[in-house]
């Protein structure tokens, strides 16, 4: 992985993070991303180095014996340097990244330093001096400089404040590191043995074992010489630069990696999916809904297919479609309209948020804070909608009431037929017993032992009792067809409405997710 792919993932995770890491984290990514960005861009021709320690540690002694001249103010109990004070050795064209930097206070070294052009060495202020504005420059600079040397002195080289505040923190930077035990001028030759080995001890704890680290004099000859070396050294490989924004992505990539764990397998989201579509639909009244078509079916197939005289008593109850405002016809169905339906009790409510909260509780496992939160509330971010968004799916759905089957037309017809023919049975035997009573004698066809009318009448009556009877059960199929067909049908729409306002939105966030994971795992790469 480049250098420029890892800035690019860099910028991929401070777009995605916006609104889903905690702020001091995003503030820093910005922070990195202009910062990183911004050293790139200028001058790789110049390496910053900053010399960097505590009061009395000789750091601006050093800082003379490296550019031959008296610059900075030497002094043993309080700090001196009020100022980071900038030296810049070869030609002159270092003024931007100078000004980049924010320091006033520059001098040039010239040419007389060998192995050194192109170096801009830093003198910084005391870390630990009493002005905190010092500290806060010190802050700053450690932040920006290619490269730096941690300046100790014997008595204090253990000292908590700088392991704890500044070496610890910047183990990620070990590449772009020396740290100097300077005044060794002071120890014997066990002693300065001993104090190397407790220092390497020391920077170990710290996550910084195998940092170089150098002893140093800046009164004694050639005493600065070990500290000179490794100057030379990074300003020839010219990699300070690039290493210390490596060293940046690498340390944030670190940051990351607790709150953005490695991309997962995709949740099994299926089972929590179904419970949701299932507590929806019961939100939605498709219970109520789909045992109401049964019902409708049976009243309407009756009093279509049942016999006649006894089919309007059937009509006199209201129809339960119709009762539920649902029924319209195929044309009016796109129409988005309101149900009669009752809203959905408290128990149904809560079975649907506790849906929607055990399927972002699915699709969160395993994940740090602030991500089980976060998708929850994406989940349940349109939450309000999905009422009036329920209704309209069932009141828009097709239920398969508009057609009446064909059979009902035939059968309607045959109990028609029976029924006109138990009327003329009527009928001819009335006429039969007026003409009886006028006495005049008239005898009806027969078949076999039964007149003609008494057979029309009896027998269009029984019959047309007997097929209602018959296919009743044939009712009932139909019934329990067209209650599996509105199922069906009020739950794709049901789960189509979970999809669009539920389901769509946590998987956007998922795959935000799966995004800003796979570019966490590209910058510290």
């Given amino acids: 992985m480049t250098l420029t792919d890892r800035l690019a993932a860099l910028s991929s995770v401070v777009s995605l993070g916006a609104g889903r890491l ?23 021709e110049y390496t910053v180095v900053a010399l960097a320690g505590a009061t009395g540690s000789g ?5 003379n014996a490296i550019t031959g001249a008296q610059l900075a103010t030497v002094g043993v ?18 003024q931007e990244l100078l000004d980049w930097l924010e320091i006033g206070n520059r001098r040039h070294g010239g040419a007389s330093a060998p192995g050194l052009s192109g170096l801009v060495l830093l003198d910084l202020p005391d870390h630990d001096s009493v002005e905190s504005s010092h500290r806060a420059e010190v802050d700053r600079l450690v932040r920006l400089v290619d490269a730096f040397a941690w300046v100790l002195d014997p008595q204090k080289y253990a000292d908590a404040l700088l392991h704890d505040t500044y070496l610890r923190p910047l183990a990620a930077h070990r590449d772009v590191m020396v740290v100097v035990l300077n005044q060794s001028d002071r120890l014997s030759d066990d002693e300065l043995a001993a104090c190397m080995r407790d220092l390497d001890r020391l920077l170990a704890d710290d996550g910084l074992a195998g940092v170089p680290t150098l002893s140093t004099s800046a009164v004694t000859p050639e005493g600065a010489a070990p500290l000179r070396e490794f100057l030379v050294s990074t300003v020839a490989v010219h990699r300070a630069r690039t290493a210390r924004v490596s060293a940046d992505l690498d340390s944030m990539a670190a940051r990351l990696a607790p709150l953005i764990p490695q991309r997962r397998t995709e949740p099994a989201l299926l089972d929590a999916e179904r419970q949701l579509g ?29 016999w006649p005289p006894l089919s309007w008593i059937g009509k006199l109850r209201r129809d339960p479609l119709r009762r539920l405002g649902l029924g319209q016809p195929v044309e009016q169905l796109e129409v988005l309209r309101r149900t009669s339906l009752p809203s959905g009790s408290a128990a149904s409510r809560a079975a649907a948020d506790s849906a929607v909260r055990a399927l972002a509780n699915t699709a969160s496992a395993g994940l740090p804070t602030p991500w089980p ?6 989940a349940k971010s349109r939450a309000a909608d999905v009422p009036d968004a329920l209704d309209r799916a069932v009141g828009g759905a097709d239920l398969g009431m508009a057609r ?15 029924l006109s023919a138990a009327v003329v049975g009527g009928a001819w035997l009335g006429l039969l017993a007026l003409l009886a009573y006028l006495q005049i004698d008239l005898d009806a066809p027969s078949l076999g032992p039964f007149a003609w009318p008494t057979v029309l009448l009896v027998g269009g009556l029984a019959l047309g009792l007997l097929v209602r009877l ?14 599996r067909r509105a199922a069906s049908e009020l739950r794709r729409r049901v789960d189509a409405v979970g999809d669009e306002f539920i389901l769509e939105p946590l998987r956007a966030e998922l795959s935000v997710y799966g995004q800003l994971s796979d570019a966490v795992h590209r910058l510290s790469h």
């Fill in 22 to 44: 905690p702020e001091e984290v995003l503030d820093d990514l910005h922070r990195l991303d202009q910062r990183a960005g911004a050293r790139l861009r200028l001058s790789g």
């Fill in 59 to 63: 750091k601006s002694s050093l800082f």
């Fill in 77 to 94: 109990r309080r700090p001196t340097t009020s100022a980071t004070q900038a030296v810049v050795f070869g030609p002159d064209g270092a």
């Fill in 278 to 306: 299932t507590a929806l639909a019961a939100a939605a009244g498709v219970p109520a809904v789909v045992g109401a078509v049964g019902q409708a079916y049976e009243r309407r197939a009756l009093a279509a297919v049942g």
């Fill in 373 to 378: 939160r976060t998708l929850l509330e994406t």
């Fill in 404 to 418: 009446p089957p064909r059979w009902w037309s035939f059968i309607a017809a045959i109990q028609w037929g029976l």
């Fill in 470 to 483: 018959v296919i009743r059960p044939f009712v009932a199929v139909g019934a329990a067809r067209r209650r």
